[in-house]
């Protein structure tokens, strides 16, 4: 199905999709917090970011084209400094935009407060759209029937604010013209989404529509009859930490298990699936693979804060990495890209280094105990060029390759890079560290990379080898 000969960003790069639908602007109000209001038992905030991120089918749209295909973006938003600051963020991603403004309602907006990652208070800004006269319903239809004949795929991200208040005509006409239509479904009246291709209910807005599943089957049957009645060409419903079910006539269920290795904030990942599937769709993929790449893509997403989009560079780590997921053995650059996705998300970084030529339980124990020290430990190993200089012409036993996939097999490892110099003083630079550990009998002021390390505001350990374990006297044992 997925091949590592193939180029998924080449593939997504021809695929053109519109996108239309609720669109938002999600904005992000941040900073420490210190104190109680004296007015009111509340968290002052020290407001010292603001973050405005798309939303909604915005958002859609925006994981679309970071996946580097081709996207238009069709909405309503009002007369005002939000639907300026929103089309200015869909340019910046590359996005065409053709909104339609509807002067008695505000653009909708969604303001959170967030101190240290955690979300406080959030303040919606809306009126509804779904009087008819709430914006002009024919101008946006025909911006849809304008840009129709120019796509592969059209999306409806339908959030219930009134833009999509009259989707069925859209329906009818895309199909009539061979497009393949995806909904995000809201409400419990699917009856307007009658002749889709597909729709992506989450399990919650599902069994509203069908009622209460007591097990997979009762969900499968139920979905089947619910896919007849609406005259779909398939169901996906997505199930949250059970993954996704996709429901096609005359198939077997395709069931898709989680692919998210943590789940750090879930906004916006139904966003994801629905853009990564519209654009694989787009692209020429079949609707399982398309299926299955949303589903990956979902499981990158919930592991970042906010609504953060995916790209086709993520979406084929994960696809090409050792087991389906990410591979552990990096480059140096790639490693600093995961370093700071991780702090971003507020983890706690470890550092350790050595050469792990013949792997101990000494070795085993001594990782474990780094790992306890914080969220993700990277391992540098020296190259075999280093471990000659170091150790002598008859090192290493192992090669450099076996060593790190070896160190990459642990539980305890999260990254592995390599190093080529004597000692890894260069690197420790260049990743910065939360916390650097470094076994033996050393004062820790003596161990490389103390100072760029405790400058930056790093910790800086020294752990204890287990006694009785090492490399140099399992090699003389051996020779014995």
């Avoid at 105990?369 to 471990?387: H, K, Q, T």
């Avoid at 305890?412 to 910065?432: A, N, Q």
Wanted: proline content about 4%; overall charge negative; glycine content about 8%.
């Amino acid at each position: 199905m997925f091949s590592k000969d193939s180029n998924l960003g080449l593939e997504l790069a021809r695929a053109r999709v519109l996108v239309i639908g609720d669109v938002m602007l999600d904005r992000y109000w941040s900073g420490a917090t210190a104190r109680i209001s004296p007015e009111a038992p509340v968290p002052v905030v020290n407001i010292s970011k603001d973050d405005q991120r798309p939303g909604g089918a915005a958002n859609v749209a925006v994981n679309v084209a970071s996946l580097g295909a081709q996207v238009t973006l069709l909405g309503v938003v009002g007369k005002d400094e939000a639907a300026a600051l929103l089309k200015t963020s869909m340019e910046r991603y590359g996005v065409r935009v053709d909104f339609v403004e509807a002067p008695a309602s505000p653009t909708i907006t969604k303001l959170r407060v967030v101190s240290r990652n955690q979300q406080l208070i959030r303040l919606d800004f809306e009126s509804s759209m779904h009087a008819e006269h709430a914006f002009d319903r024919e101008v946006l239809y025909q911006k849809f029937c304008a840009v129709l004949k120019s796509v592969d795929t059209v999306i409806l991200s339908d959030y219930g604010k009134g833009t999509l208040a009259f989707i069925a005509p859209m329906i009818k006409e895309a199909r009539r013209m061979g497009k393949p239509v995806i909904v995000d479904p809201k409400g419990t009246d699917y009856t307007q989404y009658a002749g889709a291709t597909l729709i992506t209910p989450n399990m919650a807005e599902f069994e509203a529509v069908v009622g209460v599943c007591s097990d997979e089957a009762e969900m499968v049957r139920k979905g089947n009859r619910l896919r007849e009645e609406l005259e779909l060409d398939a169901l996906l419903v997505t199930r949250s930490e059970h993954g996704m079910t996709l429901l096609q006539p005359q198939a077997e269920p395709v069931h898709l298990p989680t692919e998210a290795r943590e789940v750090f904030d879930v906004t916006g990942a139904g966003d994801t699936v629905i853009a990564t599937l519209g654009a694989a769709l787009a692209s020429g993929k079949d609707l399982v693979t398309s299926c299955r790449l949303g589903n990956m893509a979902a499981g990158v997403v919930v592991g970042k804060f906010g609504t953060v989009p995916i790209t086709s560079m993520e979406l084929e780590r994960v696809l090409y990495g050792v087991g389906g997921m990410e591979t552990p053995i990096l480059s140096e650059d790639a490693l600093l890209v995961r370093i700071n996705e991780a702090k971003a998300g507020g983890k706690r970084i470890v550092f350790t280094n050595g050469c792990f030529d013949i792997l101990h339980v000494g070795h085993t124990r001594y990782l474990e105990a780094a790992r306890r020290l914080g969220d993700l430990l990277i391992v540098a190993v020296n190259s075999d060029e280093s471990v000659k200089r170091l150790k002598g012409s008859t090192r290493p036993i192992n090669a450099g390759t076996d060593r790190m996939h070896v160190l990459g097999a642990l539980k305890s490892v999260d990254w592995v890079v390599e190093f080529s110099e004597d000692t890894p003083d260069r690197l420790i630079k260049k990743l910065l560290p939360d916390v650097l550990v470094k076994g033996g009998d050393y004062e820790v002021e003596e161990i490389v990379g103390y100072d760029a390390v405790t400058k930056a505001g790093g910790q800086v350990i020294a752990l204890d080898f287990h006694d009785g374990y090492s490399t140099s006297k399992i090699i003389e044992r051996s020779k014995k």
